[in-house]
């Protein structure tokens, strides 16, 4: 069964509880800034780890001292799903470790 889209209130109002994150281009949005580039390959692993965990994966990039994900569900055509912001909360809480 596929997963619901989130209405535009819904995204808004889920963006209010996650400061950073923006919607671009139709994908819940965050990029990070580390004092290095081995923190923020450290955290990349971290990312990595957690999106195999609920089987839900961004895009993920890694610049020098910067990660920036982008994500929305592909399986409901592109939108903004719960998932989407539940990978959000969790990248949130573990970044903090790495920052």
Not at 12 to 29: C, H, K, M, N
Not at 39 to 44: C, R
Not at 55 to 83: E, F, P, Q, R, W
């Amino acid at each position: 069964m596929p997963t619901e889209p989130l209405s535009q209130k819904d995204i808004e109002d889920r963006l209010t509880e996650l400061p950073g994150w923006s919607v671009e281009d139709g994908a819940l949005t965050r990029t990070y800034r580390l004092d290095s580039h081995f923190a923020a390959a450290a955290l990349v692993m971290h990312i990595a780890q957690t999106q195999e965990a609920l089987n839900h994966h961004s895009t993920l990039t890694l610049g020098y001292n910067t990660v920036t994900l982008a994500v929305n569900t592909h399986d409901a055509g592109g939108a903004l799903t719960a998932k989407d912001f539940a990978l959000a909360e969790r990248v949130e809480k573990l970044s903090a470790g790495h920052l």
